[in-house]
């Protein structure tokens, strides 16, 4: 008797801690993300800003909210990138600026061969062709 007596409070404890939990995950599913939504580019209306694919017509969306490889990169801009990489890319200016100081200094070192600017040259171009998320996966972090 003693014994249950000791658990008694414990078990109570427990249920209480089920209880908050339940409540808490209940407030997370009624709770819609309403300060997180967009507009579907097809049919107008509103539906979250995660959505992939709209649920009223069914349109796949143009990919804005992509939380995991934005927060990869810095935030440094592709075309800018870009055109440092075809206009100043014997200096290594795209390196530079993507924070690759080393790599940078390679190309510097070599300028007086031209090969730098070749390769930077065509680095911009692909730099180009990468969507920003690539861009920012691959070169910017
Ligand atoms: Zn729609």
Not at 68 to 88: C, I, P, Q
Not at 103 to 116: D, E, K, S, V
């Amino acid at each position: 008797m003693a014994g249950i007596g000791r658990w008694a409070p414990l078990a109570s404890l427990r249920q209480r801690v089920h209880i908050v939990r339940t409540s808490s995950t209940e407030k997370l599913m009624t709770s819609p993300t309403t300060t997180s939504v967009k507009f579907c580019h097809a049919c107008g209306r509103a539906i979250d800003a995660r959505a992939e694919i709209c649920p009223h017509c069914g349109v796949r969306q143009p990919m804005m909210y992509t939380p995991a490889v934005v927060g990869a990169g810095s935030g440094r801009n592709r075309v800018a990138a870009a055109l440092f990489a075809m206009l100043l890319g014997g200096f290594g200016a795209h390196k530079f600026y993507l924070g690759k100081i080393g790599q940078g200094f390679l190309y510097l070192i070599f300028f007086w061969t031209a090969i730098p600017a070749i390769i930077g040259f065509v680095e911009g171009i692909i730099y180009l062709t990468k969507s920003d998320q690539e861009f920012a996966a691959e070169y910017d972090w």
